[in-house]
C-alpha cells in the first residue's frame, strides 16, 4: 500500500510535471497566444490544491481504497490535462 507522503510527491511530479510542459510550448511558441495556457497552469494548480486536499483528508475510514481512488483521479486528470497541452 502506497503512503500518504509517496501520494503527495506522485501528485507533486505529475501535475509539475504538466506544468512545465506548458511553459515550455510557451517559450516555443511566443508568436502564440498564452491564454490557453494560462487556463491549463490555472486548473492545474487547483487540480492540485484540491488533491492535496483529498490526501490530508483524516476522516477517512479505508485509506486505502481512499489512496486508490485518488490515484485514478489523478490519472485521469492528468491525462485530460496532458491532451489540453496537445492540443496548443
Known sequence: MANKRDLKKDINYVLG???????????NNPDKDKKAGEDIIDEAI??????????????????????????????????SLVEKVNSL
Open 46 to 79: 487547483a487540480s492540485f490544491d484540491g488533491f492535496m486536499a483529498r490526501v490530508s483528508d483524516r476522516e477517512v475510514e479505508n485509506t486505502a481504497k481512499h489512496f486508490k481512488s485518488i490515484r485514478e483521479d489523478l490519472e485521469v486528470t492528468a491525462k
Open 17 to 27: 510535471d504538466i506544468i512545465e510542459e506548458v511553459y515550455i510550448w510557451e517559450e
